[in-house]
């Protein structure tokens, strides 16, 4: 396993082979990407460095990633640490880069060599509008705990974007998607999984650009490396109900990765290893294949243990740049209303999902919007908060 100081990309919209979410052609999106990439100036952080540091961002994510990682390790009891010589006498001696618990703060959290994210026109076939405002967004799905902590920097000012909305979505340990119901995506006879918000949720950044969120490991599926997707939504107005609606102009999206001998050590575990879908290494995936091609970009987060072994759970974090004077329209492929799940039939991709909850499938106003924004009801968003966030 390596614990290397890299960080996370920008843009990748979804898959390793051309067809990776059965029905979705990725050829489209992969040219997007590469001719974004080979236009832009800055395709990393690096420049942001001194003035980063300069304006005590620096010391401030040291500060406040030690303060999470240490809050993680005591919620789960976590307190004893690894000795750095002896991991290091290990699988690490070739490298050096091993990170462990006990590893300095200020050594563990340094740095800015991150990719740029990029506006795109799609997000991929398994985007839904609508989710829930909210830090954890685990309720009932089992895996390897994960907490995580995102950076957001203004790529041509090397300022934090602040009170902007970060989204967040992945598969869950065995390559399912909650909230799509599509051939290809786990038993796609169960309709019930429409009405799915786990690991799905969004957070607003704060004075430093940060947004944190409990999660657990995704999961692999056929065609595709071990990713989470990213949005970023910029004036958004988050409702009485927690959530921003499914009017939702975004945005920068892109896809974040692990490194490999991580990942082949969670697949190894409970219950990844349940999982009977087709395993894409790395190596093998187009989109990440795309970004690794253009120099500077490394599309991968940096991470540590969180106690002795990797079933205790990992922290991760990284920091990617944007260009905040960019904003496009989103086309989920299905939304989130009070009454449940509903496909949107002119996404290109998501799968079916039946007829929403009126009948009717709304024009402009989705049914329970409020100036043309669709609305699950505040006593719903309660519920589904308290009901599904899971105690450690």
């Known amino acids: ?220 599926y056929t065609g595709r490396a071990t990713h989470i997707h990213i949005m970023i939504h910029q004036n958004a107005v988050l409702l009485a109900n927690q959530t921003l609606g499914n009017n939702v102009s975004a945005s920068h999206v892109g896809q974040a990765f692990f490194d490999q001998n991580l990942i082949t050590a969670v697949e190894l575990t409970e219950p990844y290893n349940t999982n009977t879908q087709e395993f894409t290494d790395n190596s093998d995936d187009s989109i990440l294949g795309e970004e690794v091609a253009t120099d500077g970009v490394d599309p991968f987060f940096e991470y540590t243990y969180l106690g002795e072994d990797i079933t205790d759970g990992i922290f991760a974090w990284v920091a990617f740049g944007i260009n905040a004077t960019e904003s496009q329209s989103v086309t989920p492929a299905a939304f989130y209303y009070k009454e449940g799940g509903v496909a949107n039939p002119n996404s290109g991709g998501g799968g079916p999902g039946g007829s929403p909850p009126n009948g009717t499938f709304p024009s402009g106003v989705p049914s329970g919007a409020v100036n043309g924004t669709a609305v699950p009801t505040a006593s719903s968003s309660a519920s589904a908060n308290s009901k599904f966030k899971r105690q450690h």
């Open 1 to 220: 396993m390596r614990f290397a100081p890299s960080v996370i990309s920008g843009l990748a919209l979804l898959a390793s082979s051309v067809i990776a979410h059965p029905g979705h052609d990725l050829t489209q999106e992969i040219k997007e990407r590469r001719e974004y990439l080979g236009s832009v100036k800055r395709t990393n952080l690096d420049h942001c460095a001194d003035k980063l540091k300069a304006r005590g961002v620096h010391k401030r994510n040291v500060e406040r990633r030690t303060a999470l990682l240490d809050k993680a390790r005591a919620k789960r009891g976590l307190n004893k640490k690894r000795d750095l010589d002896s991991v290091l006498a290990t699988d690490h001696n070739a490298t050096n880069l091993g990170y462990t618990p006990n590893t300095d703060a200020a050594t563990l959290f340094t740095g800015y060599n991150s990719c740029l994210l990029t506006p795109e026109v799609t997000q991929g076939p398994y985007y839904v509008g609508g989710e829930y405002v909210r830090e954890n967004i685990i309720e009932d799905q089992t895996g390897l705990d994960t907490i995580l902590d995102y950076q957001v920097i203004d790529v041509n000012t090397c300022e934090p974007v602040s009170n902007v909305y970060l989204e967040m979505w992945h598969c869950n340990a065995t390559g399912v998607y909650g909230g799509i119901i599509a051939s290809g995506n786990g038993d796609s006879s169960d309709e019930t999984n429409m009405n799915n918000t786990w690991l799905r949720g969004i957070q607003k950044t704060d004075s430093d650009g940060v947004a944190q969120f409990e999660s657990v490991f995704p999961g692999h």
